[in-house]
């Protein structure tokens, strides 16, 4: 019996005299059998030569041989300000959304076509937007997140100055499409928190990342009422292009982190010094380098986890409702309080600023609850905790998104029914809490239950978020201004509230069935079988140290999976 009164599982023949896979442990040599490799047979054999004599053979360099090297290793001040530059990043790529409903006027002037004509600019930058960040993201995996992560801000930015200067109507569409299909956003800055920091560790920066990206959809809005009432339309995209030109410099500076390319580099440099003539990166052995056929299933994949993964498909829909919302709110709100209390374009610029507050509000509301997950893995493993667990906060924070928009439709009648202004703005503040809380929880949600296809299951919630956004600049206006004679506004904003009623059960129901929902599932299934191939065990964090003739490998954390932990869980 350990400490904590957890029973420990005997030591089966493997774990005694090794096993070529699996992580497990050697008792001889307290190392992991999949880590031995990293001595050579020389040494094992108490021969003292150096083990990279060099051969005729190439070998590929381990992540777990240059785990110093990654991004996992990097200080802590060092992540934080790689963190802040993406989140440059994802503030600048939303406020290119955000920012478009205020120019909508001005375009519809400027070319003389209807405002709702002129709204197909929105849509076809958020529908591309969807497909783009998709598209780009098996690349950020091949080539590296840095080329990638360039190359889209330099293409957003050309196309921005086509948008500055397009002489009619369609050119002025093509633009924002071109944008829309080169932004690289949501697929590659998660897998960058993937880069940096282990499973277990990445909710605060994740938190970061998403507090960023609401941000950037909102910000917008509060910008955008200066910009329509002092410039002209073409300012919008001038103002776009020196945020993404300002955003390209920051990132220019940022490091590579991804982990494959970082092994070439790491490869390379020993090979050249000598250390190691025979040791290659994974991406210099393989052959051919970019496998279009490869490229292809990882792109779909995140479309089929969508359509055949319940988990995946039901919160995609509920982050996606949640950010077409916001998109609605920010079509609306000039209708809502300038027919209700007069307000201009400043004003009404200001009235997003709530939504905003909330955002920052929600973000520290997650800090006690991943505090003390936290100090539950300390005590008693990575494993400690299902994955529901991280739908815990949002079971609280949910229902505050229909509550906000029931509460919105009925404060915001207007000054004829003596109702002010801040009872709209303080419901509107609620369903931005409730929108931070779905996008985060959600996808916290489903790293922690598809492990390595978390990044297709993410993949399919952003293709979400984004697309049903981009619809919803097509029906806003038409929602808060025909549904009625009398309250039209309220009626618009009461659907919302019940189709928000429907959406967010399915919370409710995988915290509570969700390991039965995993069981059934053939990603979790596959994950859960490879954690029971392991005998309940995985490997936290190795770092290996070096030099010209010795190699040492120390294990610094085991995990112990125990399923008498269910009475723990009941607790909580």
């Not at 029931?406 to 404060?411: K, Y």
């Not at 303080?426 to 598809?450: H, P, Q, R, T, W």
């Not at 929902?517 to 079988?529: E, G, P």
């Amino acid at each position: 019996m350990s400490e904590l009164g957890i029973k420990e599982e005997p030591k089966s023949p493997l774990d005694r005299h090794g096993s070529s896979e699996g992580g497990t442990i050697s008792e001889e040599s307290n190392l992991p059998v999949n880590l031995s490799n990293v001595l050579s047979r020389k040494e094992e054999e108490g021969d003292e030569e150096d083990e990279y004599a060099p051969s005729n053979d190439k070998r590929e360099l381990k992540e777990q041989d240059c785990y110093d090297k990654l991004g996992y290793c990097w200080p802590r001040w060092k992540k934080w300000s790689y963190l802040a530059a993406v989140a440059c990043v994802q503030v600048s790529m939303n406020f290119n959304t955000s920012v478009y409903p205020n120019a909508i006027a001005p375009l519809s002037k400027a070319f003389n076509i209807s405002e709702q004509h002129a709204r197909t600019g929105q849509m076809a930058y958020l529908v591309t937007y969807s497909i783009g960040c998709e598209l780009w993201a098996p690349w950020s995996e091949e080539f590296g997140r840095w080329p990638i992560l360039q190359l889209s801000m330099f293409l957003i930015n050309i196309w921005q100055i086509l948008a500055g200067l397009s002489p009619n109507w369609g050119s002025q569409v093509v633009a924002r499409a071109l944008g829309g299909l080169s932004t690289a956003g949501g697929s590659v800055t998660l897998g960058l928190i993937a880069d940096i920091y282990e499973p277990e560790t990445q909710q605060f920066p994740l938190a970061f990342i998403v507090l960023s990206s609401c941000i950037g959809t909102s910000i917008g809005g509060v910008i955008g009422g200066p910009i329509e009432r002092f410039l002209s339309w073409r300012w919008f995209f001038w103002i776009q292009l020196i945020f993404g030109g300002f955003t390209q410099a920051i990132i220019f500076f940022m490091p590579e982190s991804r982990s494959t390319i970082l092994i070439d580099r790491e490869a390379k440099r020993r090979r050249t010094s000598g250390e190691d003539p025979n040791i290659y990166g994974p991406n210099e052995l393989k052959k051919p380098r970019v496998s279009l056929k490869e490229a292809g299933k990882i792109w779909i994949r995140p479309f089929h986890m969508l359509l055949r993964e319940p988990i995946v498909l039901c919160l995609s829909l509920l982050s996606g409702f949640s950010d077409a919302l916001i998109f609605t709110f920010l079509e609306s709100f000039a209708i809502v309080y300038s027919e209700g209390w007069g307000f201009g374009i400043l004003a009404q610029a200001w009235a997003v600023i709530p939504i905003n507050v909330a955002y920052v509000i929600a973000y520290f509301s997650y800090f006690p609850w991943f505090r003390r997950d936290e100090s539950i893995r300390q005590s008693l493993g990575d494993d400690a905790l299902l994955p529901e667990r991280r739908l815990k906060w949002l079971l609280f924070l949910a229902p505050l998104e229909p509550i906000g928009l029931f509460g919105f439709a009925w404060t915001s009648l207007g000054r004829a029914y003596n109702v002010h202004w801040i009872g709209s703005m303080i419901f509107s503040a609620c369903v931005g809490i409730g929108n931070y809380a779905i996008y985060l929880s959600s996808v916290d949600y489903m790293v922690a239950a598809y492990g390595v296809y978390s990044a297709s299951a993410c993949g399919g919630n952003a293709f979400a978020r984004d697309l049903l956004a981009g619809v919803s600049a097509m029906y806003a206006i038409p929602m808060y201004t025909n549904i009625g004679n009398k309250y039209p506004t309220e009626y618009a904003s009461t659907i919302l509230a019940c189709l928000s009623c429907l959406v967010v059960l399915p919370i409710y129901v995988f915290y509570w069935k969700g390991p039965q929902i995993r069981a059934r599932s053939k990603f979790a299934s596959v994950l859960a079988a490879d954690r029971q191939a392991n005998h309940g065990r995985r490997l936290h964090e190795v770092r290996l140290k070096r030099s010209s003739t010795y190699a040492r490998a120390r294990v610094l954390v085991l995990r112990y999976e125990c399923c008498g932990l269910t009475n723990f869980f009941n607790l909580f």
